[in-house]
């Protein structure tokens, strides 16, 4: 069964759920995460307290992921193209562990700003 979550970020709050993977397991272990947030072409990224290798790691990911990006030991939130994508792809920096997904339109991502708080929770 998936687990749902709450995202806060600025005036925007949405909603997700995280998957059946260990490093999900892992994230939901350690909410409520707070951070600052960093932007990416249309990817947010941001430091959370796990340090966990890499699990069947992913070149492309879909509109709406939410990943966690080891060499950073951050979570992402993927709501389009990034610096590297070829093409329509939305491909990350290097591969990440897909962890759940956005509900909703991932696009509303773009109103946040690099330094912004984000929160995720259990929710």
Do not use: H, Q
């Amino acid at each position: 069964m998936t687990k749902g979550i709450k995202i806060v970020v600025g005036n925007l709050e949405m909603n997700g759920w995280l998957n059946e993977t260990a490093t999900a397991a892992k994230v939901w272990g350690i909410m409520p995460v707070a951070s600052k947030v960093n932007v990416w072409g249309d990817e947010i990224y941001f430091d959370i307290p796990l340090d966990t290798a890499l699990e069947d790691g992913k070149d492309v990911v879909a509109l709406g992921d939410i990943a966690y990006w080891p060499p950073g030991k951050s979570m992402c939130i993927f709501f389009g193209k990034t610096p590297v994508s070829k093409g329509e792809e939305i491909r990350p920096a290097s591969p990440v562990s897909i962890i759940g997904r956005i509900k909703g339109d991932p696009k509303l991502l773009k109103e946040v700003k690099a330094g912004e708080k984000i929160v995720i929770e259990k929710g």
